[in-house]
């Protein structure tokens, strides 16, 4: 009798502690999900930090190449304290870290002033002379290191919308355990399609913590086997078109796992065969449920 005790004693602590180390690997996994997503939106700050530094330093390059096409000597000055304000501007930026938001948007604020003042001051220069072979063979080659700037601003901004993108995909909701019931007119369950005068469609909308909360519209677009939509009572957007819905609801969303049930009505006809309810969010197609019915 001991040993009987003793063995489920041990089993028991065996199943707990399973129990115990599946959790922790479920935890761990969300937490590096989180940490993948705070990281790329750490680098979406810093790609925008590395343009404007590219953006400075094509400023002051600019104001380089405009001193070394004039000879006037009271706008050569002006030109030179232009040149070191955008260079320490640069300093500064390049000193200040992409979570710096505030320090981030004064310097975007002061780059709008110094392109400003640059291209006044090119106004300038350009109404003061013509331009010599010299000032030519310079300006080519200006704009030349400005293109490569601008291609590698290019090369920036799609990075960006690269991880953009991955960040919305993330944010976006997902649904799950779709289930459609035919109902009667009493409300139990209907077998044969002539007795349905109500679908409830039931479906979860799992746990999203980069999603936004709040408010939303839940779009249920249910389709008859030859692919029409029953009971069209209105249009949502998604993909740039107008589509029919067969039921909405209005949902408030906390960034939880969360049931949600949906009724369309019946007012036609019914054939047997496989009906599809696709359920739509934000503009986004989140999930597809089914159920065939025979007679």
Same mark, same amino acid.
């Given at each position: 009798?001991?040993?009987?005790?003793?063995?489920?004693?041990?089993?028991?602590?065996?199943?707990?502690?399973?129990?115990?180390?599946?959790?922790?690997?479920?935890?761990?996994?969300?937490?590096?999900?989180?940490?993948?997503?705070?990281?790329?939106?750490?680098?979406? #700050?810093?790609?925008? =930090?590395? $343009?404007?530094?590219? %953006?400075?330093?094509?400023?002051?390059?600019?104001?380089?190449? &405009? /001193? @070394?096409?004039?000879?006037?000597?009271?706008?050569?000055?002006?030109?030179?304290?232009?040149?070191?304000?955008?260079?320490?501007?640069?300093?500064?930026?390049?000193?200040?870290?992409?979570?710096?938001?505030?320090?981030?948007?004064?310097?975007?604020?002061?780059?709008?002033?110094?392109?400003?003042?640059?291209?006044?001051?090119?106004?300038?220069?350009?109404?003061?002379?013509?331009?010599?072979?010299?000032?030519?063979?310079?300006?080519?080659?200006?704009?030349?290191?400005?293109?490569?700037?601008?291609?590698?601003?290019?090369?920036?901004?799609?990075?960006?919308? #690269?991880?953009?993108? =991955?960040? $919305?995909?993330?944010? %976006?909701?997902?649904?799950?355990?779709?289930?459609?019931?035919? &109902? /009667? @007119?009493?409300?139990?369950?209907?077998?044969?399609?002539?007795?349905?005068?109500?679908?409830?469609?039931?479906?979860?909308?799992?746990?999203?913590?980069?999603?936004?909360?709040?408010?939303?519209?839940?779009?249920?677009?249910?389709?008859?086997?030859?692919?029409?939509?029953?009971?069209?009572?209105?249009?949502?957007?998604?993909?740039?078109?107008?589509?029919?819905?067969?039921?909405?609801?209005?949902?408030?969303?906390?960034?939880?796992?969360?049931?949600?049930?949906?009724?369309?009505?019946?007012?036609?006809?019914?054939?047997?065969?496989?009906?599809?309810?696709?359920?739509?969010?934000?503009?986004?197609?989140?999930?597809?449920?089914?159920?065939?019915?025979?007679?």
């Amino acid at each position: 009798m001991r040993k009987l005790t003793l063995g489920f004693v041990m089993a028991f602590v065996c199943f707990v502690a399973a129990g115990v180390f599946v959790s922790a690997c479920g935890d761990s996994e969300k937490l590096k999900e989180k940490e993948r997503e705070l990281e790329e939106l750490r680098q979406l #700050a810093e790609l925008d =930090k590395r $343009e404007m530094e590219n %953006q400075y330093a094509e400023f002051a390059l600019q104001y380089s190449e &405009l /001193k @070394k096409s004039i000879k006037n000597d009271s706008l050569a000055a002006l030109l030179d304290k232009e040149q070191k304000r955008a260079e320490e501007l640069l300093r500064e930026l390049k000193s200040v870290k992409s979570t710096s938001s505030a320090e981030i948007l004064r310097l975007k604020k002061e780059l709008e002033t110094v392109r400003a003042v640059l291209r006044d001051y090119i106004r300038q220069v350009d109404s003061l002379q013509r331009l010599n072979l010299v000032l030519v063979n310079q300006r080519d080659e200006a704009l030349a290191e400005a293109e490569r700037t601008r291609r590698q601003n290019t090369e920036i901004s799609n990075q960006r919308a #690269a991880l953009q993108e =991955k960040v $919305e995909i993330a944010a %976006q909701l997902n649904a799950t355990d779709i289930v459609i019931v035919p &109902l /009667k @007119k009493t409300g139990k369950f209907a077998k044969r399609c002539k007795d349905i005068k109500t679908f409830s469609v039931d479906f979860s909308i799992e746990r999203n913590v980069t999603a936004a909360t709040g408010v939303r519209t839940v779009y249920v677009r249910l389709l008859k086997p030859n692919g029409s939509v029953i009971n069209p009572m209105g249009q949502f957007t998604y993909e740039n078109k107008q589509l029919e819905c067969s039921a909405s609801k209005v949902v408030e969303y906390d960034g939880s796992n969360q049931r949600i049930k949906v009724f369309v009505p019946i007012t036609e006809f019914l054939e047997p065969g496989t009906f599809t309810a696709y359920i739509f969010i934000d503009g986004q197609h989140i999930g597809t449920g089914g159920i065939e019915i025979e007679k």
